[in-house]
């Protein structure tokens, strides 16, 4: 699709490189307005519309690629956006073999 976001206040992009993993957002992150108004446009090019998954599916690709493109993530789909448990190699293998099962339970594992 060709979709590129860029967020100046994000970790990511404050002009320090070297930033730590632990900088970045974890926890519930909403889709940006950025994100939601990409969404928007996208849905008017499909006279038909779109499922509601593949509409969270976007959604939820796009937050994440907004914030950590690149960056190895562990998270989990819900209803108000995406919920970051871990960011970076580090943290998700903290999270894939310290947390107990329901901590990890419908955790995604992927690069951003």
């Known amino acids: 699709m060709g979709t590129a976001f860029h967020d100046a206040a994000a970790p990511r992009w404050n002009g320090n490189s070297c930033i730590s993993f632990a900088e970045y957002p974890h926890g519930l992150i909403t889709p940006p307005r950025e994100v939601v108004d990409q969404l928007a446009k996208e849905k008017g090019r499909h006279p038909g519309g779109m499922a ?10 796009w937050t994440l ?3 950590y493109d ?6 989990r789909s819900v209803p108000e956006g995406v919920e970051v448990l871990a ?3 580090d943290e998700i293998g903290h999270l894939a073999q ?8 419908g955790v995604i594992f992927k690069y951003a």
Not at 52 to 61: I, S, W
Not at 70 to 75: E, P, S
């Open 65 to 67: 690629a907004y914030y």
């Open 98 to 105: 310290a947390a107990p099962p329901e901590t990890r339970r």
């Open 52 to 61: 509601p998954e593949f509409e969270k599916l976007l959604l939820d690709d």
């Open 70 to 75: 690149g960056i190895f993530i562990g998270y």
């Open 87 to 89: 960011v970076g190699a």
